[in-house]
């Protein structure tokens, strides 16, 4: 690991219980935490901070995981339809992570991420209550596929995977925000284990401070948990407007860099 200073390792273990909190809610932590890394090790190879922010997810998302388990009751029938394939995806796409930039996936993020804002703040009752759209295997394919696609891209990038996990249950599927990040969360811990199942081989990542920011992401997405539980969908879907609203930002930005308009 590069040699940095402890005030920048301290500022990384915030950033850490940050995206911890924000990714149990509603996903989307890695919008802190990714970039934080990328600021504090602007020469490191991307697989390594990739890995590094997957050694801090998977403890947030471990715990996340539990503490909605316990308090919502998901459907473990489509969680693990979800969590299942986007296993296998985020296995595909972290094998591929270091050959694909991440300058060529921007524009599509950006378009779906402002066609999900717009269709969330075009219908206010959205994710407010359940209401399954569709039953049976059609339900279960549709959890399977929207699974996969997304594991793959957390694999092979991350930021944002739980908010659109979140939104693929909520307005593909018919499930209320407090439920959808229930399942959310324990298709989000499949997905980082398939990462480091393909990056610890490789010897990515660094660990101490790893370790570090995986403390600090648990503490986060446990208290981020009892929160969502605590205040319902209304605030879960409050949080889901705020991050992806971010997250367009910030891919927006990235995008008029690259084709150098600002």
């Known amino acids: 690991m590069d040699d940095i200073s402890t005030t920048v390792f301290i500022l990384l273990v915030v950033a850490a219980l940050a995206a911890g909190w924000i990714d149990s809610v509603v996903g989307g932590g890695g919008l802190v935490q990714l970039p934080a890394l990328l600021i504090a090790f602007p020469h490191a190879a991307p697989v390594h901070l990739l890995a590094t922010n997957k050694m801090a997810s998977i403890a947030g998302t471990t ?40 300058s060529s996936f921007n524009p599509i993020i950006l ?67 407090l439920e959808a990040s229930a399942k959310a969360k324990i298709a989000n811990f499949a997905t980082n284990l398939a990462s480091l199942v393909i990056f610890i081989p490789q010897g990515a990542g660094f660990w101490k401070l790893g370790l570090a920011m995986a403390a600090a992401n648990m503490t986060g997405g446990y208290l981020g948990a009892r929160t ?15 991050v992806v609203s971010a997250f367009i930002l910030r891919i927006g930005y990235d995008v008029l860099r690259q084709f150098d308009l600002v």
């Open 111 to 177: 378009i779906a991420l402002v066609a999900v804002m717009i269709y969330t703040v075009a219908k206010p009752a959205l994710g407010q209550t359940t209401m399954l759209r569709h039953t049976g295997r059609k339900h279960t394919v549709l959890a399977a596929g929207a699974g996969f696609t997304i594991g793959m891209y957390d694999g092979a990038l991350g930021p944002g995977t739980g908010s659109f996990l979140v939104f693929a249950l909520v307005g593909l599927l018919g499930y209320a925000f």
């Open 228 to 242: 969502a539980v605590a205040k319902g969908a209304r605030f879960v879907r409050l949080v889901f407007v705020v």
């Open 63 to 102: 715990v996340s995981s539990v503490t909605y388990w316990r308090r919502v009751r998901p459907d473990p029938k489509t969680a693990l339809a979800l969590a299942i394939p986007a296993f296998a995806g985020s296995l595909i796409g972290a094998l591929i992570a270091s050959h694909l930039p991440r």
